[in-house]
């Protein structure tokens, strides 16, 4: 992946400590030609004052948060705020909507994901996406949707590494016991759980450096959704989450840090409020209307 240059002062990566703060936006200054991450490294990801419009109406103001890595950042907030566009921007699908434009920087590992030379399919590809409503393709079988996202890099895999990587991807998608005697059989015929599952294993499969989620578990029941937090706590051992929920226990569950966005009326922007680790945005939030929203009398 080729990426823009521009570099800024990160904080040390793998500063799990390091609350996803709204901090000043660092100024920029002009870095190398460095690829983005070698393998293995860490990658955190952060977006300075972004700012994400439709037809020129900002819908989120200067959105500033850093995301840790190996760790899972919950966005919450209520209805309309923004989240889902702001997490759409994080991996440039937001841009996939006539219109749509955003202004401010995501930076993985310190490169500019909207630089000028940055390639939108290859950073969709290090910083991949779930959705609410499971979206395997319904009519290709089960495996084929695991390799779905591989089909389309540039590495050729033999038949017996296919194979492996289906495996493996479902093992890690927490899926392989349960569609092990069904790999070529129609992905529609899964159950919601299974197919979200699916979805992540897609996702995975292309090793991103980055996974975002937005209510993943919206349209699961409660076993399901327990399943989903179990696969997330392993794959922040591997990899960045940043989840968008709806759910305050999920989100005290499954997160190390959250940002709570909001909106003053109809209309206007929406903001980040507050960003910190999640028991400190819980248990001691600095801001009223954090204390609001998280204790359920508002929003
Ligand atoms: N495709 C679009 N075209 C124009 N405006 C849009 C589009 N998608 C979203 N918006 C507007 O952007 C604002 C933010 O919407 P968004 O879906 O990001 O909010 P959200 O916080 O994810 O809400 P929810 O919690 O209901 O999912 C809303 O005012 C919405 O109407
Ligand atoms: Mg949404």
Redesign the pocket.
Known sequence: MTDETDMSDVPAPGAADSAPVAAPAPQPRRGTDAPPAADGAPVPLRSEGLS?L??G?V??EDATIAFPTNTVTAII??????????I?ALNRMHEA?P??TTTGRVLLHDHDIYGRRADPVAIRRRIGMVF?RPNPFPTKSVADNVLAGVAFTRTRLSRAERTALVESTLRGAGLWDEVKNRLHSPAGGLSGGQQQRLCIARALAVEPAVLLM??PCSALDPQSTQRIEDLIHELKQRITVVI?T?NMQQAARVSDFTAF?T?RT??EP?KVVEAGPTRQIFGAPKDPQTEAYVSGRFG
């Open positions: 994400c439709f037809s109406r819908v989120v907030g209520p209805s309309g705020c923004g989240k889902s566009t702001y759409r909507v219109g749509a609410q937005d209510e968008v709806h966005f909106i109809e209309g929406g």
